[in-house]
């Protein structure tokens, strides 16, 4: 595998995916060798809009409580609210978590949850000493919505174009049966899993549905069928009708040769929890794909999976105990799910947001800022501790950037996401690919994986 | 057979249309092209392509009026009908049910499906995917909820084909986009608080509303530096600025600023209060600077003039609305002509909108598909417009004469002002991987087009066409939303003769060999009679053939 140069790749991938049955009705998508003997997924979760990570893992020794709270104003959390979390790594100021991460602080202790302290994207190392030069680079469009996730998902400052989930996946297709599953994103399609040599896809957090009026399996639909399908054979000169036609057909063909093996699943014991929680169900959809990981000859997959809401501009009191109390039992519910399919070894799951927000407040709510506390989970996470350097949260401290508490990232988002990559089994040729800007970090200052 | 060789004729026209060269008419950007090439002949595929680009959908006698009146006849006329607007629908139908919020889509449907001004519909739908609000992140809940959502389209509406200046002071004073951007109830500063002005509105209406986030040249390309770098429309600093403009503003009829009643005013203009207005020097785009001591009136209006004037604003808007109207990739010179009639609209004025609609489709480009080289003209529709043209076609309505469909996003990931994000259903840069990437051509409408979504909107649409028509469902509830194929039963018994009929309709006389190849088979398989089946399934598998999915 290590042997093979991009040259290589492009035509395997593109053959692998002919083989998979994308260019070819008749081929069936399920494969037919010996299950594989390893396993492994990374599930990226996506928090849009900003998550305000500053509340959700918070100081709870006195000066930095203090400082915490007199940066926040009315946005901090009372002291007494805080959830206690005791990192393994002990000494220095103690932290907590937001009083609606119940069900993270459990995973924390357990040591199957771990944090990432303020990470973000940057380009090469900075303080706020070295920002004051106006030469020093920095991301583009710092604080916009859009160019921040992209950065984020592309893994790469200058924009190539493919995303780093996408990348890695040019290395993994080989290892599937069917390398049309590799990347899967829940919900929407997602850059991060856009490459140049492999198709991604998305489905709905409800799965698969079937064509009901050209049916395979109904005598009255066959004419019909027979009729919609040649439409899709029909070779199209115009690029928006072909590319039409080839997702049309690309979605027929998934629903009819894996639909049937999601849909016919038994429930699974692990209950959704209580209340709507669209993430969770997201996270159900992932669990289903892992659970016919067999039957489909599937060893490594990448899951994308994202949740709105995050932008508190306005309303922050009340907004963000709700998000944070669906992340914490969204994720605890997918935990839980590992465990009951016997992969909580396998599968390692981690959080992303374009950026942080704000200490200071625009009296209600936040605004764009930077750096930001992020998450993983997983058996083979060594949970239970807090990575990387915890920032000042003093307005005007050192890591302040502009004096008004947009906290400058610490680690960058290559260096959090390298462990995750050599824990998936990509070489470090393949890496400096996935990650570009990697070395202009010191790339094993964090590893979180065991 | 006599559309055939018409056919013809238009394929002939073109070849002649590409070496007139589509691209030098920078002027007026009117036809007939320079450079001797004749005006396109008014064809009655030429004019559903017109429909196509400027309605909701063909009906039949629209064709016969394009003809009628010519394109630019017709386009005149459309744009000056009075609007229709969609407020007006909570008068017109009395609202019974309880599930009141999402009437404002009902409203919708019945604009966009029977409402005479059809081009002034498209634009303003064209506009709420720019000047995005999304009802799951307004506040109005019941009736109050549904009506301030309408009225808020019908602001995009009126000032859709008045002027892009008030359009956007419109938009910045309406009290649904203050909550939706949280404008409104946005304070001066309070050091002692740690409270600064709220970025959210300052920032979404220069990247997405007017400006972007880089410089651009007049044709909509991208400009860049000695270095080659792109060069930012604004910094922080500019934002910040802005944010402090928009301080002071709330609820119309609230007596005090921090005031909230359940009565509060979702209709009228948001209203200032000084003392709540920062009253600081304000730094704006190209360096200029508002003098201190301004009321909140007068640094919103220096703002927005700020906003307004700059060089962006006639290629940023002219492009988005060439591409959510004509196509996905338009030469930079169809793009410079609109942008210039934005600057200017020949007498004088920026930001006509009725000169710069009427530049976009009387352009050469949009009327003979003729693009430069290195692009392909047309694009994927918008999911909604597909359906919204079946209803037009064969005229789709229910005994009760409302349209009854709200939960619009669930099966075609789109609906009016349902947007998930301020970042609308899909992005005017996406583009899939493959040709559309490697040759840099964009085709937005494709991002919600995957294999989470395809199977929703065939199935949806199949139900409506094979299971809502009004032979198949015989004895219809008042709120069934039936069409009418009695037309199509009856040319059945000629299936060429229909095909050709559904060729135009639907197709602008566009149907590949291939497709009335398959629909002739299909239709074969019915035997000698089964007219309505054959009628329903024909109009169904065109409806949901990859070709209709495309405007071309």
Not at chain 2, 291 to 319: C, M, R, W, Y
Not at chain 2, 388 to 405: C, E, P, Q, V
Request: charged letters at 20%; glycine letters at 8%.
């Amino acid at each position: 595998m290590s042997k093979l140069n991009r040259r290589d790749f492009f035509k395997l991938g593109a053959g692998t995916i002919a083989s998979a049955g994308l260019m070819n009705w008749s081929q069936p998508l399920i494969a037919a060798g010996a299950p594989p003997t390893d396993y492994k997924a990374i599930v990226n979760i996506f928090f849009l809009g900003g998550n305000d990570g500053f509340n959700m893992v918070i100081p709870r020794s006195d000066f930095e409580y203090n400082e915490y709270s007199a940066s926040r104003q009315n946005l901090a959390v009372a002291r007494g609210d805080i959830l206690p979390i005791n990192p393994i790594t002990a000494g220095g100021p103690q932290f907590g978590f937001h009083p609606a991460f119940s069900e993270m602080q459990q995973l924390f202790s357990d040591g199957k949850l771990g944090v990432m302290a303020n990470v973000g994207n940057l380009i090469q190392p900075v303080t706020k000493g070295s920002l004051e030069n106006p030469a020093t680079p920095r991301p583009r469009q710092l604080f916009s919505h859009n160019d921040q996730q992209d950065q984020w998902r592309y893994g790469d400052p200058d924009t190539t174009k493919t995303g780093w989930g996408g990348r890695l996946m040019d290395y993994k297709v080989m290892d599937n049966t069917n390398a049309l599953l590799t990347a899967m994103s829940i919900g929407g399609r997602s850059k991060w899993l856009v490459s140049d040599q492999n198709l991604d896809i998305s489905i709905g957090s409800n799965g698969f549905d079937r064509y009901n009026y050209v049916r395979p399996d109904r005598n009255w639909t066959q004419d019909r069928r027979t009729a919609f399908r040649s439409l899709l054979d029909t070779n199209y000169s115009n690029p928006f009708t072909k590319e039409f036609s080839d997702t049309q057909k690309r979605t027929m063909e998934l629903i009819e040769q894996v639909g049937d093996l999601t849909n016919n699943l038994a429930d699974f014991t692990t209950p959704l929890p209580q209340d709507r929680n669209r993430l969770a169900e997201s996270l159900r959809m992932v669990g289903r794909m892992i659970a016919i990981r067999e039957q489909l000859g599937m060893t490594r997959q990448v899951f994308y999976v994202a949740m709105g809401g995050f932008d508190t501009h306005d309303d922050q009191n009340t907004r963000q105990p709700a998000l944070l109390g669906q992340i914490s039992q969204a994720m605890k519910y997918f935990y839980d799910l590992t465990v009951e399919l016997g992969v909580e070894n396998s599968v390692t799951s981690f959080t992303s947001s374009e950026f942080g927000r704000t200490l200071t407040s625009n009296g209600d709510g936040t605004d764009h800022a930077w750096g930001n506390h992020q998450l993983m989970m997983g058996g083979m996470v060594r949970g239970g501790d807090i990575y990387g350097t915890m920032p000042s949260l003093e307005i005007g401290g050192p890591d302040d950037y502009r004096n008004d508490g947009r906290i400058i990232p610490t680690t960058s988002v290559e260096q959090f996401s390298k462990p995750i990559l050599d824990w998936f089994d990509a070489e470090p040729a393949q890496i400096s690919t996935i990650l570009p800007n990697l070395n202009a970090f010191n790339a094993n200052a964090i590893n979180y994986m065991l | 057979m006599q559309i055939k060789s018409l056919i013809v004729g238009v394929a002939t026209f073109l070849l002649v249309a590409c070496g007139g060269g589509s691209d030098s008419d920078t002027d007026s950007g009117a036809p007939p092209p320079t450079g001797g090439t004749p005006p396109p002949p008014l064809t009655k595929a030429a004019a559903v392509t017109l429909l196509e680009q400027a309605t909701f959908g063909t009906r039949l006698n629209d064709i016969d009026d394009v003809l009628n009146r010519g394109i630019e006849g017709w386009i005149d006329r459309q744009l000056n009908l009075s609007p229709s607007p969609h407020l007006r629908y909570y008068y017109i139908v009395t609202i019974a049910d309880n599930d009141t919020w999402s009437q404002h889509v009902n409203a919708w449907w019945m604009r966009s499906i029977r409402a005479e001004d059809q081009l002034r519909q498209r634009v303003a739908f064209a506009l709420s995917q720019i000047l995005v609000i999304g009802q799951s992140g307004v506040n109005g809940n019941g009736i109050n909820g549904a009506k301030s959502i309408s009225n808020y389209y019908d602001v995009l509406l009126i000032n859709g084909l008045g002027n892009y200046r008030d359009l956007i002071e419109a938009v910045t004073l309406n009290p649904v986009m203050g909550e939706y951007l949280s404008m409104l109830r946005n304070e001066k500063p309070n050091p002692d608080k740690n409270i600064r002005p709220d970025e959210n509105y300052a920032r979404e209406l220069m990247q997405l509303f007017t400006i972007g986030l880089v410089e651009l040249n007049l044709d909509g390309t991208v400009k860049t530096d000695a270095q080659g770098n792109t060069i930012p429309t604004y910094g922080q600093a500019e934002i910040e600025g802005f944010a402090h403009v928009f301080t002071g503003w709330t609820w119309s009829n609230m007596d005090r600023f921090k005031e909230w009643r359940e009565d509060r005013d979702l209709l009228g203009p948001m209203k200032a209060f000084p003392d709540f207005h920062d009253t600081g020097e304000k730094t704006l785009l190209n360096g200029v600077v508002l003098p201190a001591g301004q009321t909140p009136e007068q640094d919103l209006e220096q703002a927005l003039d700020n906003i307004f004037n700059h060089p962006n604003v006639g290629p940023f808007i002219s492009k988005q609305l060439i591409q959510k109207l004509v196509t996905s990739n338009p030469s930079n010179a169809y793009v410079q002509r609109v942008a210039t009639i934005f600057n200017n609209n020949g007498n004088g004025i920026r930001g006509d909108m009725k000169a710069v609609v009427k530049a976009i489709l009387m352009d050469n480009e949009a009327r003979t598909g003729t693009t430069s080289s290195d692009r392909v003209f047309g694009k994927v529709k918008e999911p909604l417009l597909r359906l919204t043209a079946l209803w037009r076609a064969f005229d789709g309505k229910a005994a009760n004469g409302i349209y009854d469909f709200r939960w619009v996003n669930n099966d075609f990931s789109q609906g009016p002002l349902q947007s998930p994000s301020v970042f609308n259903f899909f992005s005017p840069f996406y583009a899939p991987q493959g040709q559309f990437k490697d040759n840099d051509w964009v085709a937005p409408e494709l991002q919600i087009h995957s294999e989470g979504t395809m199977a929703k909107m065939t199935n949806h649409l199949h139900w409506r066409v094979l299971s809502m028509n009004n032979f198949a469902n015989d004895n219809p509830d008042a709120d069934d939303i039936l069409i009418n194929i009695t037309r199509e039963r009856d040319l059945a018994s000629d299936p060429e003769a229909l095909l050709d009929h559904l060729d135009l309709l639907l197709l602008a006389e566009k149907m590949s060999p291939e497709l009335r190849q398959a629909t002739l088979d299909f239709m074969a398989t019915y035997g000698e009679e089964n007219f309505e089946e054959k009628a329903a399934d024909a109009i169904g598998l065109i409806i949901t053939s990859p070709e209709f999915a495309v405007q071309q």
